[in-house]
T-cell receptor, first 115, second 112 residues
């Protein structure tokens, strides 16, 4: 595997389900990101992890719970979602030293549909 | 605050036409600038970048020049192909930050 991979690519879930999205980067980067891309809206940065510590949480509802067990893996745990949470969820990674960061590389995304 | 503004789409062109997608930025300093492309059903791919004034980024026939005087980073291609149909995002990032500021995206449709 190369670059940034995401699984699953597609997910359909009910509002009472619990599911998790997985992201893995094979680039040796130390920062990882979750974005939400909804139709007709700009990309929304949800969470940022740098050196496995969460450094940004953009007022995301608690039904979204990120986890970064190591610098290569990032999860987004989902529970009791709403239909308006249906979107493409993109993971990205980059390399930084805490002061400057190189460009972000994106995964293919998980298309989430909440029924 | 920092922001990026792109021309609204969709942009519809015939194959081999010349492409320009306008992008302007506002920033308190001199950010690095990027163009990302998103093909249907996929994530974003970095297309090109420029890190300082007068730098020209280029890739796959696309070019963009960092213009400090006009705070612009317009994307150009001399002859588009059907396979270039995608959504193009302009973005900026201050060197001291991890945060990418994205424009709203411009959809390009190239017809045979």
């Amino acid at each position: 595997e190369t670059g940034v991979t995401q699984t699953p690519r597609h997910l359909v879930m009910g509002m009472t389900n619990k599911k998790s999205l997985k992201c893995e980067q094979h680039l040796g980067h130390n920062a990882m990101y979750w974005y939400k891309q909804s139709a007709k809206k700009p990309l929304e940065l949800m969470f940022v992890y740098s050196l496995e510590e969460r450094v940004e949480n953009n007022s995301v509802p608690s039904r979204f719970s990120p986890e970064c067990p190591n610098s290569s893996h990032l999860f987004l745990h989902l529970h009791t979602l709403q239909p308006e949470d249906s979107a493409l969820y993109l993971c990205a990674s980059s390399q930084g030293d805490g002061f400057s960061y190189n460009e972000q590389f994106f995964g293919p995304g998980t298309r989430l549909t909440v029924l | 605050g920092n922001s990026v503004t792109q021309m609204e789409g969709p942009v519809t062109l015939s194959e081999e036409a010349f492409l320009t997608i306008n992008c302007t930025y506002t920033a308190t300093g001199y950010p690095s600038l990027f163009w990302y492309v998103q093909y249907p059903g996929e994530g974003l791919q970095l297309l090109l970048k420029a890190t300082k004034a007068d730098d020209k980024g280029s890739n796959k026939g696309f070019e963009a020049t960092y213009r400090k005087e006009t705070t612009s980073f317009h994307l150009e291609k001399g002859s588009v192909q059907v396979s270039d149909s995608a959504v193009y995002f302009c973005a900026s990032r201050m060197d001291s930050s991890y945060k990418l500021i994205f424009g709203s995206g411009t959809r390009l449709l190239v017809r045979p």
